[in-house]
């Protein structure tokens, strides 16, 4: 599969994944949930959106979709690589994605029409299957995520009361990378940002609320990106990065967008001048 701009896969932002003891102890949590049942998805929902405040915007959405797809690859072992697909009002997207892979698959998906996470959005059921019975399914989109090395397929729902948002998709590169049981770990997790969301979408038609994500995601692409090119260049972390733009933008007067897309373009050239 050739890595190719697509611009329903570009504006999609990085998940702070993976390390951390705060992502693994919540991953632990959600686990111990699905097992025990000893948690509601209402209760998880309020756990993971800092004490029960509400999703009031675009912003505060992203941020909490971030969140829960680092605790979803860190809590469901067979994840190599983790996505949010909003599909909805006629558009499709990625918002959310923990690898470039995952960007690429998404794309080889859109591209197709069809596959396990806009099944899972347009249907509203979990989709849990593997590479053959991908193949049989949806032969073009199988053979590009094959491509890739993903031969497992996890995808559940995103929903609010009135309408589903999208999917939460996950992608293994082994055979039978998920059971049951993930799939009731996905579940929950996104039935617990389902209700956290609340009335986020209530008031606005599909498009709109679609379009208002779309905008929000142009504005915070690049200063995720930047964020994380400054984690690797200094050895910092996302709230230090982020520091380090806003500190430059106070100085400057000049918007941490600007910034960060400028400081972008300049890697980029130097990258270019070494090569």
Avoid at 133 to 162: C, H, K, Q, Y
Wanted: with cysteine.
């Amino acid at each position: 599969m050739e890595d190719t701009s697509d611009p329903r896969v570009e504006d999609s932002i990085p998940t702070d994944v993976l390390d951390g003891t705060e992502t693994e102890q919540a991953a632990e949590i959600v686990v111990d949930a699905a097992i025990r049942n000893t948690m509601s998805p209402a209760a998880l929902g309020r756990m993971l959106v800092d004490a029960g405040r509400s999703i009031a915007d675009e912003n505060d959405l992203l941020t909490l979709l971030q969140h829960v797809a680092g605790i979803a690859q860190e809590a469901i072992d067979g994840a190599d690589y983790t996505g949010i697909t909003i599909d909805l009002g006629g558009l499709t997207y990625t918002a959310v994605h923990t690898d470039e892979r995952t960007l690429r698959i998404d794309s080889e998906q859109y591209e197709a029409g069809e596959g396990p996470c806009l099944h899972a959005a347009r249907t509203g059921s979990i989709v849990l299957l593997d590479s053959d019975e991908a193949m049989e399914r949806w032969p073009l989109f199988a053979v590009g995520a094959r491509t890739e090395g993903i031969n497992s397929f996890l995808a559940a729902p995103l929903f609010t009361e009135d309408q589903t948002l999208g999917s939460f998709n996950l992608y293994g590169q082994a055979q039978h990378a998920f059971d049951s049981l993930d799939a009731e770990v996905l579940d929950l997790l996104t039935t617990a940002v389902s209700r956290a969301i609340g009335d986020f979408a209530r008031f606005k038609s599909a498009q709109d609320t679609a379009e208002s994500i779309q905008r929000v995601l142009q504005t915070r692409a690049p200063i995720e990106q930047a964020k994380g090119v400054l984690m690797a260049m200094r050895g910092i972390n996302a709230d230090e990065a982020f520091d380090v733009l806003r500190v430059q933008s106070q100085e400057t007067n000049v918007p941490v967008r600007v910034l960060a897309v400028d400081f972008l373009d300049k890697v980029t050239d130097h990258a270019s001048e070494q090569n």
